[in-house]
């Protein structure tokens, strides 16, 4: 039984995708989260509220987006961990119709989705993340590729702070 804990424990210590659950990432996630604007948080803004799901690794996410001309979006997203590949997973529904399943990918320690889009012939590979800054901060950052993920163009950078 020694033996087997000292293996176990070479093991952890050699390979740091073992000590490190890669499941856990979002584990800051539940909860309300507001748009910071300017340095403040604007509750008239894009918000979302996530929710845990039927297991720890899963969440539901309820988006209300506004856009620039104040236009509003309401869309629903699943998020959660795939035990089976080692990976999260990403679905996306809106209120415009629109079902979309998301690849991921850990890139610098932190999980991108990626989709490849074609809106009337602009054709390319779009990756968003939403990185945790503080314990109740985050930057949601949106970037598009036209070279299959060779170089990347920022769409937007966001900023959230989630309610107390």
Request: hydrophobic residues 35%; contains cysteine.
């Amino acid at each position: 039984m020694k033996k087997l804990i000292c293996l176990v424990s070479l093991l952890a210590i050699g390979n740091p995708s073992f000590s490190q659950d890669k499941s856990k990432y979002f584990d800051f996630w539940e909860g309300t989260w507001h748009q910071v604007i300017e340095g403040k948080v604007d509750t008239t803004a894009t918000k979302f509220i996530v929710h845990r799901g039927m297991h720890e690794f899963f969440f539901t996410e309820d988006w209300w987006m506004v856009d620039s001309e104040g236009g509003s979006l309401k869309a629903y997203g699943i998020r959660s961990w795939d035990q089976v590949n080692s990976t999260w997973s990403y679905v996306w529904l809106s209120a415009e119709g629109h079902y979309q399943i998301w690849d991921t990918k850990k890139v610098d320690g932190h999980w991108y989705i990626y989709k490849t889009f074609n809106f009337n012939g602009d054709k390319y590979l779009s990756r968003q993340a939403w990185i945790p800054t503080s314990a109740n901060e985050l930057t949601r950052v949106s970037e598009k590729s036209y070279d299959n993920g060779q170089t990347w163009e920022l769409r937007f950078r966001e900023f959230y702070r989630k309610e107390n």
